[in-house]
């Protein structure tokens, strides 16, 4: 079963798509069919930051990528240089071209959804933020938070709030949008049914993720779930945090499908924020 979804705009994810990426990187991006952690920088904002911990099994069969756009690229030349493999440390580099979005993090959203769409032949992904820097071996990620619990799809609470309402006026508060673009986004959900976080939506336990990292198995579910997740954020503002549980709870009403929400300070044992 495939899912048609998501950014895309020509015939193949990755060639004339408004996120275009050169062939030789597509096909090697196509011969990665197990395991792919992958981030992304965009507009040179974060610090590319090496893996930790990595065994020798996991770094001969888990493929690690980070996309970036020309001007990340220049400044990984000037302080790394960069080969022709295109590898710095464990990360192989890819560059996109022909960017859709104005705004480096909105552009960002595009490989942490869609990752499926990428990697056609991969089974599993981590997603970590290009802030991040992963501390534990993936393999043991995917047991702890996937196998362990018979899940498709695991992303932590957020360390604090568990209502989209509250999140939404944080964000206007911290300035992380413009105040009137939330407003028409949650005024949106809340006619469509969205309804403040209560115990009465146990077994739920939050409405909010801490979106920074995300772990899930390619199945037709989960990838469903990132592309209605990506196209809310195409459409609204790019807050991942305001969209996740209007689209879970779409998908779950008509699956059984759950989302594995761990506890936030699960997620900071194995990835932490360079500040």
């Known amino acids: 079963m495939n899912v048609h979804c998501g950014f895309v705009k020509g015939t193949k994810p990755g060639h004339e798509t408004g ?5 030789s990187d597509l096909l090697e991006m196509e011969q990665c069919h197990g395991v792919v952690v992958a981030s992304a920088i965009f507009g040179a904002f974060d610090n590319m930051l090496q893996p930790k911990n990595i065994s020798k099994y996991s770094e001969q069969t ?4 980070m996309f970036v756009d020309e001007e990340t690229k220049s400044d990984l030349e000037t302080e790394h240089g960069l080969n022709e493999s295109k590898k710095i440390g464990l990360w192989r580099i890819v560059v996109a071209h022909n960017l859709p979005y104005t ?7 595009i490989p942490k959804f869609l990752l499926h769409r990428l990697f056609p032949n991969a089974r599993f992904s981590l997603w970590i933020d290009g802030k991040l820097q992963l501390l534990v071996d993936p393999y043991q990620i995917l047991e702890r938070f996937l196998w362990r619990k018979n899940a498709t799809f695991a992303i932590s609470r957020h ?11 944080a964000n206007k508060a911290a300035h992380k949008y413009d105040n009137a673009s939330i407003d028409f ?5 809340k006619k469509e049914g969205l309804t403040p976080y209560s115990e009465a939506k146990l077994p ?4 909010v993720p801490e979106g920074c990292a995300i772990i899930r198995e390619h199945v037709p579910i989960s990838n469903l779930f990132t592309c209605l997740w990506f196209n809310e954020i195409d459409r609204f503002t790019s ?13 779950a009403a008509k699956t059984n499908w759950m989302v594995n929400m761990f506890l936030d300070c699960e997620r900071r044992n194995f990835v932490v924020q360079e500040f």
């Open 159 to 169: 360390y604090i709030r568990f209502d989209v309402f509250e999140e939404a006026e």
């Open 185 to 189: 986004q949650v005024d949106f959900y």
């Open 19 to 23: 996120f275009d990426i050169d062939n």
């Open 103 to 109: 705004n480096g993090r909105r552009n960002g959203k």
């Open 204 to 207: 739920i336990t939050s409405d």
């Open 239 to 251: 807050r991942d945090q305001l969209s996740f549980s209007t689209v879970r709870d779409r998908v």
């Open 62 to 65: 888990v493929c690690f990528y």
